[in-house]
């Protein structure tokens, strides 16, 4: 599934409305993808049996590895990668609780 980007390519930008229309289109379609994940948590709330399984040291080791390769073949400087997705699975974590906790009451 490739996209189609329409904003200009970074090395192409003259000026910094192209700059922004680029940015603006990433979070564009950031947005749908991180409701998609955390529908993904959703479902780990409902599917995982006891409010313990919900924070999985082992799982977050391999996300986070997972991601450092993805990051390295994309070109992402992981310097700005590990930071983002750290706090991601933080806060992902922290909502599969609340979600966790709401549906068990």
Known sequence: MAYRFTAPDPAACADMTDVRA????IDALLAPLLARRQG???AAARIKPARSAV???ARIAQVLANVKRHAEAAGLDWRIAEPVWRTLVERCIAYEFEVWDRTRV
């Open 22 to 25: 680029g940015v603006d289109e």
């Open 40 to 42: 993904y948590m959703d």
């Open 55 to 57: 924070r999985d040291e």
